[in-house]
């Protein structure tokens, strides 16, 4: 892991008197993993969609990117069950973090969870950054009534996925906890037995996704990095990149105070498409959006921008969101039924174009 001091560096030129500091970056992407039967889409069934998953991560991966993360849905149809596809990812490449952004924990059995998660982090080779949190806006209602999960009396749906995490950290440490059967079908090792295969460091790589201040915090008192994703809730009115920024600057502050023994990782997600082609002003050309408030599970949230502009501008208009500044992981979402040879052009733009202006590489 590179250390603090590396990590920092002064941008030069017409951002030398910034008021924060630039960080190299981990440049990946996300895909919700859409599928539609429309003629215009790429990907026509779930089978495309996982396909072209797998394939993405091979081409991001050659072009020197540094993560392959996927978006969990229940109900829809996007990407789901994670597991099998983190799996055949790990098997098919040899660099690239893989990873989640992120998984309901509503939904979780967080036993079953650790012994899937440690498969697919051995068949990678350690290379499984997870996604974790309580969830979000759901296709059908307490959807994870239907996996058989409810929450405790005086629990909320909220507390239920918090509950889950909490155990599955608990477990992913490898502690044993179940009595042996003095019977055993197989000879057993000594003492309490732990859930197999156990891979160790995963649980320092485990990931909250948050949308508050508050949740933040509590991810750095548990020990998990951060995903921040490109809706925040609405804490002070500013803009989305200015509260994001102070998210991430409290998690670190609570992450220095709980004493953990290693750093944390910061990860934002965002809309980025440099325009170099006519293609790409054809599709993104005439995006110019701005930050939006809404009502989101009875919260007021913030929805950050996406960016889109030919490369100059982008890296002006990029230069001044404080909340990439703060992260040291960009994840970019990409429009995955526009087909993975366009969305590794996306992928492209951006490391050759971009990050390398902006000092993020």
Known sequence: MISESDRFHHVSGPTAHSPYLERMKKIGFLSFGHWSPSPQSATRSAQDVLLQSIDLALAAEELGADGAYYRVHHFAQQLASPFPLLAAVGARTSRIEIGTGVIDMRYENPFYMVEDAGSADLISGGRL??????????????????????????????????????????????????????????????????????????????????????TAIWAAQQGMNLQSSTLKADESGEPFHVQQARQIRAYREAWATAGHDHSPRVSVSRSIFALTTDQDRAYFGRDDSQDQVGIIDNMRAVFGRSYAAEPEKLIEQLRADEAIAEADTLLLTVPNQLGVDYNAHVIENILRHIAPALGWR
């Open 129 to 214: 950054q997870l996604g974790i949190s309580r969830g979000s806006p759901e296709q059908v209602v307490d959807g994870w009534r239907h996996f058989g999960y409810g929450p405790a009396q005086g629990e909320t749906d909220a507390d239920m996925g918090r509950r889950h995490a909490e155990v599955f950290l608990h477990l992913l440490k490898g502690q044993g906890f179940a009595k042996p059967n003095p019977r055993p079908m197989f000879p057993n090792p000594p003492g309490l037995l732990r859930l197999e295969p156990h891979s160790a460091g995963l649980r320092d790589r485990i990931w909250w996704g948050s949308a508050s201040n508050a």
